[in-house]
């Protein structure tokens, strides 16, 4: 079994900027791709960023330029750094994290309000 936790997220004023984090732990044989996803009322979850072991990143076009994912392979965690926060980007945001087994797992949320 793995756990996945995550933090970093709040209220923040329009323009500002935050830093998720998300710590795996557990039965971890390998991470392959680790993905932050988000989910707005009333909307489906979309995957925001994603990044590989070999850290190729891949990005939604509307985070283009202001979210960056990064990741660290020896302590099994993964950041998003957003800037220049806007009220669209509210949302929960999950951590989600495909091991070399093929097993998918997901974080609990963490909850991201953008005031304008």
């Known amino acids: 079994q793995v756990q996945l936790v995550e933090s970093g997220g709040g209220l923040v004023q329009a323009g500002g900027s935050l830093r998720l984090s998300c710590a795996a732990s557990?039965?971890?044989?390998?991470?392959?791709?680790m993905a932050w996803y988000r989910q707005a009322p009333g909307k489906q979850r979309e995957l925001v960023a994603s990044?590989?072991?070999?850290?190729?990143?891949n990005y939604v076009d509307s985070v283009k330029g202001r979210f960056t994912i990064s990741r660290d392979n020896a302590e099994n965690t993964m950041f998003l750094q957003m800037m220049s926060l806007e009220p669209e980007d509210t949302a929960v945001y999950y951590c989600?994290?495909?091991?070399?087994?093929?097993?998918?797992?997901w974080g609990q949320g963490t909850q991201v309000t953008v005031s304008s």
């Open positions: 989600n994290v495909r091991l070399i087994t093929g097993f998918t797992y």
């Open positions: 557990g039965r971890i044989s390998g991470i392959n791709v």
């Open positions: 990044i590989t072991s070999d850290r190729r990143t």
